[in-house]
């Protein structure tokens, strides 16, 4: 994996192509950059046919252990990885712990082994063990196993031990990987972990500095128990950690954070200097029956009257025959209306979440060009403020219809008996 830089502007961030190779692809993807949030191997809702239509150019697609490690015998027995398997080989991918959509409460922790929750109940995974699943998986670019369980609750006492094991896992990991023939063309990501706390934010950067040349770039993590956790983050407190650790990390290594934050978060994280997110906040809005109706254009007139998302469930659109977006090129918008997806989702009928998921994807990686446009402009701050015009629709309050639904998809992804630290 490389990282060039192409222009870094004052307040808006960064400018830059990250390129990553594997046998079947060599994919370059301009940043401020996106990945694909996915569970079981697949983005929700979404054949790769549909996902064809919506980008004929798909980004690196995001694997997380939560949902996929219960397919790790049927991969080993593949034997080509995880892409091959799920059938998008000419596709890049990126593999990491938690699935950024799915809440997890912190767990209890050993000092050699970081639990694991998923389908298959939980599991305690030791260095040792995890670097035997990534062999089988051989991913593109991946995350060594770390403790990043923290959140703004976490004690200094916590935050230190997460620190203290993430450093002993990664060297575990390195030197496992240097060995490996299998992952000699996997990229490494460094886990940045520390919390809140500024201090042990900088120990972390200064741990990776010896590794340098072992990892392919960043990700800032620790920040948010995932899911809509990432929403509810105090917004100074977290550009705070953000900016402090991205001014103390290399400059030519890409930076990574994943979570489901909205989308006013993710123009202050990239003018702080974070170069790569994901999808999950689309999905999340997917699944809370919300399409995603922000504006992103600086141009739009009068949006102070504006919600930011629609909830299809709402009466209101049982006869208006417009796409959610009037203007939205998706697949969704141009063959149906308001009207019909209301319909789909009081009958609860399958196509309902398609439709929602094809547009809120389509939404969210037009919003990263016209992220990109701003950035190379440096007027990304015209950008927070035309957002910031706009209201916010009322929060999301989950129905019992709703848990049942989320419960059913996510079949034991959740952490489902929850320990205290
Ligand atoms: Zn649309």
């Known amino acids: 994996m490389n990282f060039a830089i192409e222009s870094v502007s004052k307040c808006s961030g960064r400018l830059g192509k990250l390129n990553i190779k594997n046998a079947f692809s060599n994919v370059t993807l301009p940043t401020p950059a ?21 980008t004929s150019d798909p980004p690196p697609m995001l694997h997380s252990l939560t949902n996929t490690d219960h397919m790790e015998e049927a991969i080993r027995a593949c034997g080509e990885g995880i892409s091959s398997f799920v059938g998008q080989k000419d596709s890049i991918s990126l593999l990491v712990l938690k699935d950024p959509a799915e809440l997890c409460k912190p767990s209890f922790h050993e ?57 002993k896992f990664v060297e575990q990991c390195i030197e496992a990987h240097r060995k490996s023939t299998n992952l000699k063309q996997s990229s490494l990501l460094g886990p940045i972990v520390g919390g809140y ?15 340098k040349d072992d990892l392919g770039g960043y990700v800032i993590a620790g920040l948010h128990s ?3 956790s990432a929403g509810d983050l105090k917004e100074s407190n977290l550009l705070e950690v953000v900016s402090h650790a991205c001014q103390l990390l290399p400059a030519d290594k890409a930076r990574f954070m994943f979570g489901a934050f909205s989308p006013g978060i993710v123009l202050k994280l990239v003018s702080n200097g974070i170069d790569v997110l994901d999808t999950s906040y689309a999905y999340l809005k997917t699944q809370q029956n919300r399409a995603l109706t922000f ?13 930011t998302e629609l909830d299809v469930r709402d009466p209101k659109w049982t006869e208006d025959f417009n796409g959610f977006i009037e203007s939205c090129s998706c697949l969704a918008c141009t063959k149906h209306t308001k009207a019909y997806a209301h319909h789909l989702y009081n ?38 403020e035309h957002l910031q015009k706009q209201k916010d629709a009322p929060l999301f309050e989950e129905t019992s219809t709703d848990k ?3 419960d059913l998809m996510d079949s034991g992804d959740n952490v489902t008996k929850k320990l205290k630290v």
């Open 404 to 406: 049942a639904k989320s």
């Open 295 to 307: 504006s992103f254009d600086v141009h739009e007139k009068d949006v102070e009257s504006r919600e």
């Open 34 to 54: 996106l990945v694909l949030h996915s569970k079981g191997g697949s983005v929700p809702f979404l054949s790769k046919e549909v996902l064809q239509y919506l």
């Open 226 to 228: 995932n899911g809509s």
């Open 111 to 167: 000092k050699d082994f970081v639990p694991i929750f998923s389908r298959s109940g939980r599991k305690n995974f030791t260095s040792e063990r995890y670097m035997q699943l990534v062999e089988a998986f051989k991913p593109d670019v991946f995350v060594p196993l770390f403790d990043g369980d923290t959140d703004p609750e976490s004690s200094k006492k916590r935050l230190q031990k997460s620190l203290d094991r993430t450093e």
């Open 347 to 384: 009958t609860r009928e399958m196509l309902g979440p398609i439709i929602l998921m094809i547009h809120n994807l389509h939404h969210y990686l037009e919003f990263f060009k016209a992220i990109r446009k701003h950035v190379k402009e440096d007027t990304l701050s015209l950008l927070i």
């Open 197 to 211: 706390n500024l201090k042990l934010r900088k120990e972390s950067v200064k741990f990776l500095e010896p590794f």
